[in-house]
């Protein structure tokens, strides 16, 4: 299916741009930092330009075709696994021109193993062993070709004009790819092949491979790209690499509380999702920060740093600490139309590919988001109840200070809500989380007219408010605590009187330019819990709604519940599942105590990971009722993602009531629950302040039991509460 045109704003508002058919059956993933490749199963990127396969390193694909060949076999698939620490490992097997050779006599055949990695270099090492009782000889072909395209080429703009491929220049063990980008910038892609092959040109390598009975041939290749950068020539080998990324992730987990249960399928999702995001980590220099997701959002992105930070505070709060870091790094300064730049305000996505580079893309960074601020404050003080870091806080202090007053003159008495409208030609028109075109709609599907007021971004800014002021009584400024206490009062009685919407009792979505209070049920007002908005009686009435048949699909809540107009299971936005908000809205739900709605959410996404590779939860999936069968996979989610590996930390915290008080030295555990599929968990070595505390929780006769097994490096003191 051929790729639709499409203006810049479309390619980069997070939406679907199409559903291609021709997607990779299960494709396969291997990441670090901005570096990372996605084959199909059998190990090819292949077909050659293939939407979503590839090399790519700062948003520019490096390899577009990459394929391995067997002349004169079939070339059958195995099995193919994703390890957590290193490496992929793909196994084939050859046979006779006619698949069914395989079957007739399934001794005979050459197995293939191929084993990749991705480290500062892409490396792959093939092994083929010959199972036949007699020689074998075999032509070994290795095409590969790189189109340079952008990554919002990749997904789908197009541009007036391009920068100039070079003549790959061939030598007798290497080929080196070029473009001239329009920037001027010179980014190469340098295959090395060991041992050298029989003959090489410009698009492939072919080794003539003659085989013994029982005996294996090993070719290794190995990836360099650079956009301009020097990156140093690695000679390593391929074992030592391993070696050395296992260590480099031993090190990771060292850091990390360690989570067991009785649960396999929840356990495998537990150590799939700390091997993610110890891969999406990037480092820019000083900074690092969760790259938001593979393939398409391979870069920071304000929000989803923000959210994937505080979801994982259980599991290892330095990967907030890092992404505050980052985001205050590169707070808004000045105003700029073109980037929506704005004093105070935190990134909504930060590119680094040519067209970024060039100026055809406003991402140097982008700011068009109305929620990144807010949450910025959130995730700071949240992060502190965790680490108790009064240093950190100090560190952070201009940039909360400035976020401070970037909401207050968005929420001043003239505006009233904080709202937002484009200001870039190339921006998005929608900024909350919902950011494709029709991520805001009445029921009957009309688009909300911009200015737009969000209501869980009304929430998101009072609880700024309330944790700024805490922040600023930690730091000795009570006239600014004073402050931003009173303004947390003034927005929530506000979000209360103008947003409540009596008949038919809930929260309005958002409130248009027209004034018009768009009635429509979705997940956001499920936020207003996290933020702790509501009164009991109206969170619990936001809690049923959400989990009734319309608005539950029995794997997660909808995006936008069934009934309406504008529902639809395959919309990116508008009736599909998203763990990250499942899981915020969960803990929200905790919050006010209700343990029921808690549990069945977290069942739900228990039920959801058996339709997925690795028991990986994807960025999102199809909202079809679980009733109808089985789950629907959305078929271009980005997986790995930051926020979904994240969300099943924040799951078990809400299940298990944790509430973290580091700043008081307090643990607390208000009644814990574990449903009918789970017996036991333990949490060992989870930060509270500078100490690690260790607990276990069982169920026993319908009852959870908690025991602390162990405190070190501090003390701690714990309350449990068990209904």
Known sequence: MAMPSMPLDAADSGEPLELVAARPLEPLVRARGTTFIVTNREGNIAPAGARELGIFFNDSRFLSQYELCIEGGNVAYLSAEVTDDASNQIDLMLGGEDASDVLDDPEHYVHIRRRQLIDEDFVEQITLTNYLRRELKLGVVLAFGADFADIFEVRGSQRARRGEKKVPAVRAADVQLSYRGLDRREMTTLLSFRPAPSRIDGGQARYDVVLAPGEHATIEVIVSVSSGEKRPRERTAFVQRVNRLEDEARQFRSGCARFGCDLGVLQRCLSRSEADLFALRINLGKHAVLAAGIPWFCAPFGRDALLAGYESLLLNPELAVASLRMLAAYQGERDDPYTEEEPGKILHELRFGEMARSGEAPHTPYYGSIDSTPLFVVVAHATYEVIADMAFVEELRPALMAALAWIDGATDEGRRF?????????????????????????????????????????????????RGAELCAAMGDTAAAAKYAERAARLLALIESELWLPDPGRYAFAVDATGAKLDTVVSNLGHLLWSRVPTHGRAERIADLLCDPASFSGYGIRTLAAGQFAY??????????????????????????????????????????????????????????????????????????????????????????????APSRRLFVRDPSLPPSLGRVTIHGMRVGDARVSLRFEREAGRCHVDVLDIVGGEVRTSIELS
């Open 418 to 466: 904080c709202a937002y409208q484009k200001r870039s030609p190339r921006g998005l028109d929608n900024q909350g989380w919902k950011d494709s075109k029709d991520g805001v709609v009445f029921p009957d599907g009309r688009r909300a007219v911009a200015p737009i007021a969000l209501v869980e971004v009304q929430g998101y800014c009072a609880d700024a408010y309330r």
């Open 568 to 661: 639809n299971p395959l919309s990116y936005h508008n009736g599909t599942v998203w763990p990250h908000d499942n899981a915020v809205i969960a803990r929200g739900m905790g919050q006010y105590g209700f343990r029921s709605a808690v549990a069945r959410i977290f069942e739900g996404m228990v039920a959801s990971l058996e339709a997925f590779r690795d028991h990986r939860l994807p960025e999102l999936f199809c909202g079809m009722d679980s009733e109808s069968g089985v789950l629907a996979r959305y078929p271009v989610a980005c997986s790995p993602q930051a926020w979904a590996a994240a969300a099943p930390y924040l799951h078990l915290q809400s299940i298990l009531g944790i509430t973290i008080d």
